[in-house]
């Protein structure tokens, strides 16, 4: 191969990772409207483990298993129940940490 041709190569391969920032941006933005449209009606109500489930798509066992490895999904412990506040979950489906 010639320095060109790996140049070209490297170019191409930018434009691609840039397409997919741009697309994943575009992803979280959209999830996040989705996320405000699928909340429940009062935002102070807290979610339990199966309603956040549900709203994240995933199962419960994954929630769980979420809960003990992903230190950006944010939880209410009311004795030894686990709640989930809605914005916390809004906030996760769009990459970021809750205040």
């Not at 191969?1 to 191409?12: D, G, V, W």
């Not at 994943?24 to 339990?48: C, F, K, M, N, Y």
């Not at 549900?54 to 004795?79: F, N, Q």
Request: proline residues 4%; hydrophobic residues 35%; glycine residues 6%.
């Amino acid at each position: 191969m010639t320095p060109t041709e790996i140049r070209s190569i490297a170019e191409r391969i930018e434009a691609r990772l840039e397409s997919i920032a741009e697309h994943e941006t575009a992803i979280r933005s959209d999830l996040q409207v989705l996320a405000a449209l699928t909340s429940p009606s009062g935002d102070d109500h807290l979610l339990d483990v199966d309603e956040a489930a549900d709203w994240l798509g995933v199962s419960r066992a994954t929630m769980y298993r979420l809960l003990r490895t992903d230190p950006r999904l944010r939880c209410v412990k009311i004795g030894t129940r686990t709640r989930f506040r809605p914005d916390d979950l809004r906030c996760y489906t769009a990459g970021g940490a809750a205040s």
